[in-house]
């Protein structure tokens, strides 16, 4: 059956009930099961068991499916170990021996996001209270300590592709693919991606743009004026330094607490996978999702071997900090899940269909990238969920490439960067409130200050998809990059000025 412009009610009823409840698991269910609704005649007990039976429990026992499932709880609890055992703090601390700047505090705050990147959430609640003396003392805002956390966060995970976001975004991308009968793994894809995520690949560039250049505009530039008379805090004070609480025994952490799991890790990755070619040529997906999944377990026992031999922590009480981490990825189990049950009754209904004939009419393929940017960032914004946005779009995204010939790699880049930036803006993200809380910054603050340079990236970020889409190369990269210097200086030379220590 036909049910046309119906065919996306799933996805708008999806996206309206999650910028009101800010909730997309609700959200991610209510669309499906209106959709459904549609489909059984408005007879809901058909569409509940039509829920359950020909969708949940289809994707749920589908191998492929399963694999990436059990991927993220062994994620879980791989990253959990590397948060409490002690070694990323270890390791972050150790860059901020060396400063004696306002740059060199701003650059220290960015290489201690960078050091903790195996967590968006967990950057900022590590690196903000190890820097936030630094920066307090070489009279750097709050404000702009927050943005360098928060730049650090989600811009930095989402360019790692064998943790929790990379497997996130593959899981989405591989049932898209199948489904539209694409010839490629979503491993290939994601890599071929990675140079076309502008906004994450901006966004890091500018910390150490500004730290540099020391350019200034809009509120950052007032904020960082008032710190330099002393007052480093919004509120005008310079509050007592933010002290972590961990425990006692951590102080016997090192930064190999951290190093050696993740060198075991990769190296496990690249010992099974070599001989096949990896990473330089595509493997099986089985073998990848296999390999990785040996990583991480290898690499929690290594973990667990030397917080054990460094005496940092009990057996007893790591192995508990383990469970807790496999059990943590719950919600993001319960997400993808949901958000594979949408994709498939949206297809049901023929909504990939129906938007692929509605473009294929009246859209130009180099222009369908940054709509794609824009109408991942106005949702993302709008709901503060970039994973939930890319469970949305990237059902719509994969079928409209393949149907105008637009670059794949470019299409699915937008979703993820066009979510990244909406998530970046937004004040009800959780990496924007957990970057202010690692700063000791009011959110509004944060918000108002970052905010310029997050749409000024967003709109060079525009300009370079467009670019992107017509050439479909990566030459579009260097010409963001160098479009990005030339409006930083531009706009502070006529909004700013140079703020000298």
């Not at 890319?390 to 409209?400: E, G, L």
Request: with cysteine; charged share 10%.
């Amino acid at each position: 059956m036909d049910y046309g412009i119906l065919s996306l009610f799933p996805i708008a009823l999806t996206i309206v009930i999650a910028m009101w409840l800010k909730n997309i698991s609700i959200a991610l269910f209510a669309g499906a099961f209106a959709g459904l609704l549609i489909v059984c005649s408005g007879n809901p007990f058909d569409a509940m068991m039509s829920y359950v039976v020909d969708h949940l429990v289809p994707n749920m026992t589908d191998s492929y499916c399963a694999e990436v499932l059990v991927l993220l709880i062994f994620i879980g609890g791989f990253v959990k170990l590397l948060e409490v055992s002690g070694g990323a703090h270890a390791f972050a601390s150790s860059v901020t021996k060396f400063v004696n700047s306002r740059a060199k505090a701003q650059m220290a705050g960015w290489v201690a996001g960078i050091m903790v990147f195996f967590s968006d959430i967990g950057s900022p609640i590590i690196a903000g209270p190890i820097v936030q003396p630094l920066t307090d003392k070489m009279q750097v805002s709050r404000e702009k300590l927050a943005w360098i956390l928060d730049t650090t966060a989600s811009p930095l995970s989402i360019l790692v592709p064998f943790l929790g976001w990379g497997a996130y975004i593959m899981g989405l991308m591989g049932t898209e693919f199948q489904a539209a009968g694409y010839a490629s793994t979503e491993w290939d894809m994601l890599l071929k991606a990675w140079p076309f995520q502008f906004y994450a690949l901006l966004s890091l560039l500018m910390v150490p743009l500004i730290a540099f250049t020391r350019k200034e505009f809009g509120p950052m530039h007032r904020a960082e004026m008032r710190a330099l008379s002393g007052l480093v805090s919004p509120g005008g004070q310079v509050a007592e330094a933010v002290k972590i609480d961990t425990d006692a025994k951590l102080e016997n952490s090192r930064p190999i607490v951290m190093i050696i799991p993740l060198v075991v890790m990769i190296g496990t990755l690249c010992f099974m996978l070599c001989p096949q070619g990896f990473p330089f040529k595509s493997v099986d997906g089985d073998a990848l999702r296999g390999a990785l999944i040996a990583g991480f377990v290898f690499g929690s026992i290594a973990n667990i071997i030397l917080v054990v031999a460094l005496k940092i922590k009990s057996f007893k009480s790591i192995c508990r900090d383990y469970v807790l981490g496999l059990e943590s990825i719950a919600s993001v189990f319960i997400t993808l899940l949901l958000a594979w049950v949408l994709s498939s009754v949206t297809k049901t209904m023929g909504g990939p269909e129906f938007v692929v004939n509605m473009l294929q009419d009246s859209v130009p393929a180099w222009i369908l990238p940054v709509i794609i940017f824009v109408a991942s960032a106005v949702i993302s914004f709008s709901t503060g969920s970039s994973w939930g946005t890319f469970s949305i779009m990237m059902t719509i995204a994969v079928p409209a490439a393949m149907a105008l010939n637009a670059p794949m790699q470019v299409a699915i880049a937008s979703v993820l960067s066009g979510g990244l930036f909406g998530d970046h803006c937004s004040p009800i993200s959780d990496t924007t409130i957990l970057s202010a809380n690692g700063a000791r910054c009011d959110l509004l603050a944060h918000v108002k200050t970052q905010l310029p340079y997050a749409l000024m990236v967003g709109g060079v970020s525009i300009v370079t998809y467009a670019v992107a889409g017509m050439t479909g190369s990566v030459i579009a990269l260097p010409v963001g990059i160098a479009l990005l210097i030339v409006t930083v200086l531009t706009l502070s030379k006529l909004y700013g000025k140079k703020v000298e220590a």
